[in-house]
């Protein structure tokens, strides 16, 4: 189903029953940003010193492009992802200053698998957290969108299946739900969701006949269950926080590991 723009005005807020939002970059004044991020991704997809990190290469149909020192050359990247109107609907929702706990720039690319993270699964850092999704280039279906359920209606598929951390068959989701009820982040470039991962059913990039580009985040609470890597942020996190945010001490945090 695509979706209607929840957002028409400068504000941003989480639908707490749905566990997600649907804006975009020009709402919040984030396009020039999101124009330049996507014209670099369009280039560095040629870059061989991209994208090759075993991760990468083991998960050959999503690949990241973006690179540690990218955050001090293209600072327009950390600007989107601290950009006041996300991160304060962020803070909002999950009812503390949040972390930020990874930031990639992905292409995927044309395949027909579907394991991993292209099956049905929920994310299992914590029982909230908070994704981005900006499209950086046009999302239709045959360019492998997100797939998600509302968290409301994902509740209901796990009181029918149980709570499981591994993946779930389409048969079982859809002998729960209609897929007409399923949402995909298809959208023109600057379209943007935010979307709770722990508590909306959802999947990815999988049957893609184009390529996809999208500038994905994370925020999650300091306190969460389980903490995780992130080969972006994690080399460089203490000097951004001095070098971009010694005045701020609200994203400093946020950007500091505990
Ligand atoms: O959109 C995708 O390719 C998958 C996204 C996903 O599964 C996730 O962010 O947890």
């Known amino acids: 189903m695509a979706l209607a723009k929840d957002v028409h005005v400068h504000q941003l807020k989480m639908d707490e029953r749905r566990g ?44 990241n492009l973006l690179k540690p020192e990218d955050l001090f050359s293209v600072p327009e990247v950390l600007d989107v992802v601290f950009d006041d109107h996300i991160f304060g ?7 503390q200053i949040p972390q930020l706990v990874t930031v990639q720039a992905w292409h995927s690319i044309p395949n027909n698998t579907a394991i991993r993270s292209q099956l049905y699964h929920y994310d299992h850092r914590d029982t909230r957290q908070a994704k981005v999704f900006i499209n950086l280039n046009d999302i239709d279906d045959r360019t492998g969108p997100l797939h998600f359920l509302p968290a409301n209606k994902s509740e209901l598929i796990e009181t029918k299946l149980g709570y499981s951390q591994a993946d779930y068959t389409d048969e079982q989701v859809y002998s729960c739900c209609s897929p007409d009820e399923v949402l995909k982040t298809v959208g023109p470039k600057g379209d943007a969701f935010l979307v709770d991962t722990a508590r909306c059913l959802h999947y990815g990039s999988r049957g893609n006949e184009r390529e996809r580009f999208m500038l994905m985040f994370c ?37 500091k590991k505990r």
């Open 89 to 95: 609907a962020v803070t909002e929702y999950l009812g």
């Open 20 to 63: 997600f939002v649907h804006f975009n970059a020009t709402d919040i004044g984030i396009e020039p940003a999101v124009t330049k991020i996507s014209s670099l991704c369009h280039s560095w997809k040629d870059d061989p010193s991209r994208g090759d990190s075993e991760k990468a290469k083991a998960k050959g149909f999503l690949i």
């Open 219 to 255: 925020f999650a609470r300091v306190n969460c269950v389980k903490d995780g890597k992130c080969e972006v942020l994690d080399p460089v996190r203490d000097r951004l926080a001095n070098e971009f945010y010694a005045d701020n001490p609200v994203r400093a945090f946020a950007l």
